[in-house]
């Protein structure tokens, strides 16, 4: 079973970079099973997806946020990471790493959930 833990600064300046990273135990890193996933919920939203990335690199990132938007991993490690860039109140939301099941649209693990607020 796969256990996914967020880590990151809960306070952000507008126009400043979103950085979050996500530490994984139970299933190695570099798995053809899954993409490693980022999906935020906005205040009284919806649940919109961010993007995600196979360890072997290939990546897809949400048109509406690509252009601000990296998600890395570390293949001999344990850890994926999302920097969002030029960051608004608008980004204020929880913000979590998922697994993405290759093949299907199914999240099968998820973390708890990072609280992210932007504010000056």
């Known amino acids: 079973q796969v256990q996914l833990q967020e880590s990151g600064p809960g306070l952000v300046k507008p126009t400043q970079t979103l950085s979050l990273t996500c530490t994984v135990s139970?299933?190695?890193?570099?798995?053809?099973?899954?993409?490693w996933s980022w999906v935020r919920q906005p205040p009284g939203k919806g649940l919109e997806w961010i993007g995600y990335?196979?360890?072997?690199?290939?990546?897809y990132y949400s048109p509406s946020l690509k252009s601000r938007t990296s998600i890395s991993l570390d293949t001999s490690g344990t850890q994926f990471s999302l920097q969002l860039s030029s960051v608004t109140p608008e980004d204020t939301a929880v913000y979590y790493c998922?697994?993405?099941?290759?093949?299907?649209?199914?999240?099968?693990?998820w973390g708890r959930g990072a609280q992210v607020t932007v504010s000056s």
């Open positions: 139970g299933d190695s890193i570099a798995t053809n099973d899954y993409y």
């Open positions: 998922a697994t993405l099941v290759v093949g299907t649209y199914e999240y099968n693990y």
């Open positions: 990335i196979h360890y072997t690199g290939n990546h």
